[in-house]
């Protein structure tokens, strides 16, 4: 099983293929390099090999936004964006934040299923949302939150534990 650790500056080049491979309207170097020297990044995979999936999160207020979740292709379905969002929701709980927000494209039904699964409720949508293409192809994003007083998801017990400060 893959760790879930705090990213680490050596990490950004991993980091930013695996985001250039999988979005089509990838985060720039600086955007992911600030997640990273902000402490709002966490990574799957061992320190000095490549990582498999991140996830780069916000504090605001008394709020915790999810901003991106990307796992490698050939590590999906194997419950590492599971572990990565347990872990993220673990870090906004220990900062007794209180609700936690995201938004996923409305056709990512994968994405979709796992925050349902993660005890997140659809709040709305936004038309028009993530660009899909260099074309200008846009689609929408589904707003979902999740109230973080509820403590963890059941199951979750895998995500715990990962991190250390």
């Known amino acids: 099983m893959l760790p879930v650790r705090w990213a680490v500056a050596a ?27 902000g402490r709002n990044m966490l990574v799957a995979g061992k ?57 996923v494209q409305a056709s990512n039904f994968g994405a979709r299923a796992l925050y349902t699964a993660a005890g997140f409720t659809a709040t709305g949508r936004l038309p028009g949302y993530y660009r899909v293409n260099a074309a200008g192809l846009r689609a929408d994003a589904i707003v979902y939150q999740r109230d973080l007083r509820l403590g963890p998801t059941p199951d979750s017990s895998q995500a715990q534990g990962d991190l250390k400060s």
């Open 47 to 103: 320190s000095g090999s490549p990582v498999r999936g991140y996830l780069v999160f916000s504090c605001v207020g008394p709020h915790l936004h999810l901003e991106n979740l990307a796992v490698a292709r050939s590590w999906r379905r194997r419950g590492l964006g599971r572990r990565l969002l347990e872990s993220g929701l673990e870090v906004g709980r220990a900062a007794a934040l209180v609700t936690a927000t995201l938004e």
């Open 11 to 37: 990490d950004l080049p991993s980091v930013v293929a695996l985001e250039e491979q999988i979005f089509p309207d990838p985060w720039c170097e600086a955007a992911l390099a600030d997640a990273i020297a």
